[in-house]
Each structure stands twice: as C-alpha cells, then as structure tokens.
C-alpha cells in the first residue's frame, strides 16, 4: 500500500519533508500501477516520456511523478475531445 503522508524530519529547528520509501516504485511496480508492460514502461523511461531515474542498472519512480503525468494525459485528452 502507498501513503501520501510525508515524513517531517525536525533538523537544527528546520522542518525538511522526508521521502518515504514505498513513495518510490521500481519498474515492475510502475507497471502493476498504470495496468501496462514492463517492456512498455523500459521505453517511456529510456525516452523521457515517463519521469525516471536509473540507479546503477534499476530503473525508479516517484508515484507522484506518475500520478502528475496521467493527469496531465487526462486533462490533454479531455480538452482535445472539447469535454473539458
């Protein structure tokens, strides 16, 4: 399961947002999430279509990263067929 909720991290009297772990996805979760290929997903990473890092030889995401992208995919859609 995925939490939305930051970590806050008190540091020196500053507050400092703190990635969660489980809020980063490898390929294969990525996957799972949009319903779509692993293969497809190693191809919108390695263009740049989808928001990526690769660590070494793995590929990461950031769920927001993803859930940013669709929405804005949806929006484009919405507004090309005149529903938005």
Request: aromatic share 10%; charged share 30%.
């Given at each position: 399961m995925?939490?939305?909720?930051?970590?806050?991290?008190?540091?020196?009297?500053?507050?400092?947002?703190?990635?969660?772990?489980?809020e980063?996805?490898n390929i294969?979760?990525?996957?799972?999430?949009?319903?779509?290929?692993?293969s497809?997903?190693?191809?919108?990473?390695q263009?740049g279509e989808?928001?990526a890092?690769?660590?070494g030889?793995?590929?990461?995401?950031m769920k927001k990263?993803l859930?940013?992208?669709?929405?804005?995919?949806l929006?484009?859609?919405l507004?090309?067929?005149?529903?938005?």
């Amino acid at each position: 399961m995925i939490k939305k909720d930051p970590l806050w991290i008190n540091k020196g009297g500053l507050k400092l947002i703190a990635m969660k772990t489980h809020e980063i996805m490898n390929i294969k979760e990525v996957a799972g999430y949009l319903k779509i290929p692993i293969s497809t997903i190693y191809k919108l990473a390695q263009s740049g279509e989808v928001p990526a890092a690769k660590v070494g030889k793995h590929w990461r995401f950031m769920k927001k990263d993803l859930d940013h992208l669709f929405k804005k995919k949806l929006e484009d859609h919405l507004i090309f067929e005149g529903k938005f």
